[in-house]
């Protein structure tokens, strides 16, 4: 008997049903082609990272402060900054030619393979750039094992189910939303109070073995692989339900070559997000490296750019984009590895998620969501969130204050509720932003793969020194410091979902019979683009709250004493240990709108397929 393999072992022959001319031929040629390929990706390598050098040279000057000032201040804090002090500063650095002259002479020492002296220490960068570099990498290792393995647990209940052909009822995905959501600052420090303090299983702090790398690995890992895991959750009851899958089971294969094939069709359209998820936390894990004291290149770069060291933020940034290059080629690699010749043969069908209803307790979680939310809007308002009583200093939840007060004696509910506002507010309209501009990169990805890849390694603290360079501190520059970077996990699942696309044989049925490049986009790529993206932007929902108050915590965002949700969190970091309740409220808020988001989005899913069924069986009556 015939059995149905995997579509990635198809070729072009079992798919071609339909003669195609030459001109037809080109332009399903066209479509099909590869990502992120070719001289002109290159190119786009090499301009994106040189703009990035170019504007990192720029950020003493655009912050509006003298750089020599800066540098004398860091160097000695009790110096005397006196005109002839100044004067020195700037001969001894060579701040009067320009900042063109100097990034040009530090390019030419850079082909002698000499990455300048730091203006702070006057030290090598070079030594200190290495041993960083290596602290960070073993370190993304260790959270890169622990996403794969959270990855494993969130969607373990799909693949046993679907390997089986018993999966009947679609997920609401609330599980990793929550662990998504948990800010990783906040997770770190429960675990090194936990397991560092308390139990004394790990070291808390510092960096002298494999021992240490567990923690961070931890509170870095874990969100990270909630976020993956969401995504593959998602997309793996589509493939249990192709049919080769339902050939193989009828046949009687082990469930277990049904789980191989299913992960190896739905994994290359999740595996982009690890380039901006894993891959960046090479340099945006500041906030865990300080918590453990980890001397990584996330605190490097951050203390070279507050410090205005040049010749270290110009090592550590050039690092970071080489990193991001070479990742996002292996990335892709592996991705067409994966998927086989039907990617460039036309012959991948596109993954039709099955018509499951949704969990019956999903419409109630999502109403008990936003009656939480809501409740706590309006009790807030109704206080007072400015009013300080330094002999209320870090009260305990009571009658008199629901959630307790902080560290000045303010009514923790009041802020809350007063910020509930502005952070969803500015948290929606810069993910709206971020996925507007990350489609429309990712439909073009052969020119904008090299971008994608230098922005996804790029923290987010650099940005916002960046664009606060120019704004000034705001909230508006912190929001523009976001969408900066955070457009690049959205152009990356689009171009890898487009790719795949466009090398599904209806599409090339489609061109070949005389379709426009609208039509085709409007009908076929759009429908199996937009809910993927969607998903992925609820459950990135609370990490631009999290950036967001980053940029606040240095400065460069919402400024004190504003009670917007990120701020109070970074606010009171520092008595999480003597006062959890200060950092328990804003993080159950973040979790509880992390939840909302992606069962409402199930809620609102469930209804339109219900109507499609509803008008689907009117039409065939």
């Known amino acids: 008997m015939r059995v149905d393999v995997p579509t990635s072992r198809v070729t072009a022959r079992t798919a071609a049903r ?329 012959a991948l069908p596109t993954l039709h998620r099955p018509p499951m209803p949704a969990p019956a307790a999903l419409r109630y979680l999502a109403a008990a969501c936003a009656l939480v939310l809501v409740t706590l809007c309006v009790a807030g308002l109704l206080r007072d969130p400015l009013h300080v009583d330094t002999a209320a200093r870090l009260l305990p939840p009571s009658p008199e204050h629901p959630l307790g007060t902080d560290s000045l004696g303010r009514d923790l509910l009041a802020r809350l509720g007063h910020g509930a506002l502005r952070t969803t507010g500015v948290a929606l309209g810069v993910t709206a932003v971020s996925v507007l501009v990350g489609v429309l990169l990712g439909m073009v990805a052969k020119a904008s793969a090299g971008l994608t890849e230098v922005v996804s390694t790029l923290p987010a603290v650099l940005a916002g020194l960046l664009v606060t360079g120019l704004t000034g501190p705001s909230v508006l520059g912190a929001a523009l410091a976001v969408c900066v970077v955070g457009w690049s996990p959205y152009a990356a699942q689009t171009a890898a979902l487009l790719q795949q696309e466009r090398a599904a044989g209806h599409v090339t049925a489609s061109v070949a019979l005389g379709a426009g490049r609208v039509h085709v986009l409007r009908r076929h790529l759009l429908p199996a683009l937009v809910p993927p993206v969607l998903r992925n932007a609820l459950l990135r929902l609370p990490t631009a709250v999290l950036v967001l108050a980053s940029l606040g915590f240095l400065g460069l965002g919402a400024q004190a004493p504003s009670p917007e949700w990120g701020r109070l969190l970074s606010e009171n970091q520092a008595y999480a240990e003597l006062a959890p309740w200060t950092v328990l409220g804003p993080a159950a808020a973040l979790v509880v709108l992390a939840v909302l988001a992606v069962s409402g989005a199930g809620v609102a899913r469930g209804g339109v397929r219900g109507r499609e069924r509803v008008r689907r069986a009117r039409s065939g009556r």
Not at 156 to 165: K, M, Q
């Open 18 to 346: 339909v003669p195609l001319r030459a001109p037809a031929r080109r332009r399903a040629s066209v479509w099909r082609a590869g990502i992120g390929t070719g001289a002109g990706a290159l190119a786009g390598r090499v301009a994106a990272g040189a703009g990035l050098l170019v504007a990192v040279a720029l950020l003493p000057w655009l912050s509006r402060t003298d750089p020599a000032l800066t540098v004398l201040r860091t160097r000695s804090a009790e110096q005397n900054p006196t005109p002839e002090a100044l004067a020195a500063v700037r001969e001894q650095l060579g701040l009067d030619d320009g900042p063109l002259t100097l990034l040009g002479r530090w390019c030419g020492g850079l082909l002698r393979g000499d990455a300048g002296t730091s203006w702070v220490s006057g030290e090598p960068v070079l030594p200190d750039l290495v041993s960083a570099l290596g602290v960070s990498l073993t370190l993304v290792a260790g959270a890169l094992a622990v996403t794969v393995v959270v990855a494993a647990l969130v969607c373990a209940r799909t693949v046993f189910l679907g390997s089986r052909r018993r999966l009947h009822r679609a997920r609401a995905g609330t599980g990793a939303a929550v662990l998504a959501a948990l800010p990783k600052f906040l997770l770190a420090s429960v675990l090194a109070t936990v397991f560092g303090v308390w139990l004394g299983w790990f070291p808390s702090s510092g960096w002298a073995g494999p021992a240490s790398m567990v923690l961070p690995a931890l509170a870095l890992g874990v969100p990270s692989g909630a976020m993956i895991g969401g995504l593959l959750d998602q997309a793996l009851p589509a493939a249990f339900h192709e049919p080769w899958a339902r050939t193989w089971y009828a046949v009687g294969f082990p469930p277990g070559h049904a789980v191989r094939h299913a992960l190896r069709r739905t994994v290359p359209g999740v595996l982009p997000q690890l380039l901006p998820t894993v891959v960046a936390l090479v340099g945006g894990a500041v906030s865990v490296e300080m918590i453990f004291n980890v001397p990584g290149v996330g605190r490097l770069v951050l203390g070279a750019a507050l410090a205005q060291d040049l010749p270290v933020l110009q090592a550590g940034t050039l690092t970071l984009v080489l990193l991001g290059a070479a990742a996002g080629l292996g990335l892709r690699a592996l991705r067409r590895r994966m998927l086989g010749p039907a990617l460039r043969e036309g």
